[in-house]
């Protein structure tokens, strides 16, 4: 089975292009979804994310707000989280992925907002980077509820450059020209990497290892 790794800054459009992948036969794994589930009530995050950062927890579910306010612009602390969170997701994606294979699955995308950032890179057998201009991102991401400036621009500062992750990449999709194009752009990318004559160029997923989130 063949693992890509998809990535790309905030505004970019992975969670389109993640289903569009799905839309051409891929299995698909979100990692926000995944740490979102963590955090929904009964998820495994809850308790030890709660003795973490006290009063995040809120009809034993993590407020994410108020976990944005414990967090703050501390990196010890985004560490802290990390190293609660980042197992946990890592435990499901594996086991996600270990499911798709015994099914004898071809294809698989993660999507993971930070896969340059946490060395997920080193572990697929290629990396999509989804993106559009600066200034589409922008009206994108602006456009959201709550959405300021200032967070975005806080946002980005945490986030490898969109240039660098195009200079990094194996694939790249342009969002910016509408779904049709990006479509084809997917379409090509799939028919590449499930041409047995394919080699990827990265290691490949161990089977003890995964990607970060």
Do not use: C
């Amino acid at each position: 089975m063949i693992v890509l790794g998809l990535t790309g800054s905030i505004g970019m459009g992975k969670s389109t292009t993640t289903r569009l992948f799905a839309g051409e036969g891929a299995v698909t794994w979100n990692a926000d979804e995944a740490v979102h589930a963590l955090y929904a009530r009964g998820g495994a995050a809850v308790g030890p994310v709660g003795e973490a950062f006290p009063g995040v927890v809120v009809d034993g579910a993590v407020d994410r707000d108020r976990l944005a306010g414990a967090l703050g612009d501390d990196p010890d602390a985004f560490r802290r989280l990390e190293t609660i969170v980042h197992p946990l997701v890592a435990q499901g994606r594996l086991a996600e992925l270990e499911a798709a294979r015994d099914r004898g699955e071809t294809l698989a995308v993660l999507d993971i907002p930070l896969l340059f950032e946490t060395g997920g890179d080193r572990a697929v057998d290629a990396v999509v980077v989804v993106t559009a201009p600066p200034e589409v991102q922008a009206e994108r991401v602006l456009s959201r509820p709550g959405m300021t400036r200032e967070r975005l621009d806080a946002i980005l500062s945490r986030q490898t450059p969109d240039a660098e992750k195009r200079a990094r990449a194996d694939f790249v999709v342009d969002t910016s020209r509408g779904i049709d194009a990006a479509r084809a752009q997917v379409r090509e990318i799939v028919g590449t990497v499930l041409d047995p004559a394919w080699t990827p160029r990265r290691a490949g997923l161990p089977s003890d290892s995964e990607p970060g989130q």
